[in-house]
């Protein structure tokens, strides 16, 4: 089946700290994956896509991989900033199950001055 | 505009009354969803509508029974609520299932 497993939080960060939340995926198939991003308060935001193996996913600075041979799909960014603090969503949309969305639990991140 | 809103923002009431939550998107979107948010932020998809066809139904209480009266709305009707209904409610839609999902900002409902 399909399934997204992402590292728990919550994770708290100083400014201009390089941020990493890992994210692996179980899938049958080819799936596209993506990172949404939950500001407080608000409802879920595309961050970055990529929908085949290779491919990186990049916006606001964050960056993702999509390695088919470990199966992750691990968000980065090289310096965050307080306004980055928000819930961050692995997902994946499995190709061979009608495309339905799988997200993970969701990671936590606060971002300290 | 507001891409995909959702009324009330939160819903207060008590066990065993009846609510709805309204959504409606302008996008333009052929498909519409329902997740549920526990507190814990894991986000568990309710159910899909696509031209006003039910394509995704997840296991879910008959309790809730979403309603489409066109293409650009899909709202949720819950029965009988339970304490354990208490949750961030979010509409979400998409160009066709499978694409892009854009949510709208979510329905706090607490159940007393």
């Known amino acids: 089946g399909n399934s997204v497993t992402q590292m728990e939080g919550p994770v708290t960060l100083s400014e201009e700290a390089f941020l990493t939340i890992n994210c692996t995926y179980t899938?049958?198939?080819?799936?596209?994956l993506f990172w949404y991003v939950q500001y407080p308060g608000e409802g879920l935001q595309l961050l970055l896509k990529a929908t085949k193996a290779d491919d990186k996913g990049s916006n606001k600075g964050f960056e993702a991989t999509y390695r088919k041979e470990t199966t992750s799909f691990h968000l980065e960014k090289g310096s965050v900033q307080v306004s980055d603090s928000a819930v961050y969503f692995c997902a994946l949309r499995g190709r061979d199950t009608g495309n339905q969305f799988y997200f993970g639990t969701g990671t936590s991140l606060t971002v300290i001055p | 505009d507001t891409a995909v809103s959702q009324t009330p923002k939160y819903l207060v009431t008590q066990m065993g009354n009846d609510k709805s939550i309204k959504c409606e998107q302008n996008?333009?979107?052929?498909?519409m969803y329902w997740y549920k948010q526990d507190s814990k932020k894991f986000l568990k998809i309710m159910f899909s509508?696509?031209?006003?066809?039910?394509?995704i139904n997840e296991t879910v209480p008959n309790r809730f029974s979403p309603k489409s009266p066109d293409k650009a709305h899909l709202n949720l009707h819950i029965n009988s609520l339970e304490l354990g209904d208490s949750a961030v409610y979010f509409c979400?839609?998409?160009?066709?299932?499978?694409?892009?999902?854009?949510f709208g900002p979510g329905t706090r409902l607490t159940v007393t």
């Open positions: 899938a049958t198939g080819y799936p596209s």
């Open positions: 509508y696509n031209n006003k066809e039910l394509i």
């Open positions: 979400a839609s998409s160009q066709l299932a499978g694409d892009e999902q854009y």
């Open positions: 996008l333009g979107h052929d498909t």
